[in-house]
């Protein structure tokens, strides 16, 4: 256990710390913001843990593997209770929840395939703006723009970013995977 796998495993940790404080907010002053302040490091820890692995060259498969499990946790329970306290869509969630399951699908596929699709700009992008949706969901304002908050506004974008991401890493595998006799690399964090 590195520095690194110590950091996502924190990620995993602290998510039913988010998520007691979440389900707490209509009983407790503050529950919001003291979600937020757990949250906010959680969420740090993902891109401190592959920047440390990188540079102190302590990248490992379980350490992909713990990085993507702890995304996944984190961003999950955050967006399920956050549903359940009435400050995130229920189809947004699905939509997130389904991409990352069918990513991990096509991941065990690959692995025995012994196939890999390098990382992307866009798999970075839609785990930046889940993060950023759901912390805005933690201290919302009470002004809306428009027809939205301003977290629903980020919270499209982070819908949109995960079917782009979706769609890119089918599309990498399979015009790979059908093309060329050559096996292309999976991301080590999507």
Not at 17 to 36: E, K, P, T, Y
Not at 38 to 67: C, E, S
Not at 90 to 117: C, D, N, P
């Amino acid at each position: 256990m590195n520095v690194p796998n110590m950091l996502a495993l924190a990620r995993i940790v602290l998510t039913p710390a988010v998520m007691a404080f979440v389900l707490l907010s209509d009983q407790m002053d503050h529950a919001f913001g003291i979600a937020l302040a757990i949250f906010v490091p959680a969420a740090l820890t993902d891109f401190a843990d592959g920047y440390l692995a990188r540079r102190w060259k302590l990248t490992t498969v379980f350490g992909a593997f713990l990085d993507s499990v702890a995304d996944k946790v984190l961003v999950t329970g955050s967006l399920l209770v956050l549903i359940e306290v009435g400050r995130a869509w229920s189809w947004a969630a699905f939509i997130i929840i389904t991409r990352e399951l069918a990513v991990m699908g096509l991941r065990a596929v690959a692995a025995l395939e012994k196939a890999t699709v390098p990382p992307s700009f866009w798999g970075k992008s839609k785990t930046t703006f889940q993060f950023f949706a759901i912390g805005f969901a933690l201290i919302r304002p009470a002004t809306e723009l428009g027809p939205f908050f301003f977290d629903e506004w980020v919270m499209l974008l982070a819908v949109m970013a995960t079917v782009l991401s979706g769609w890119d890493y089918f599309h990498r595998y399979w015009s790979a995977s059908f093309t060329t006799d050559e096996k292309v690399a999976m991301p080590a964090d999507e």
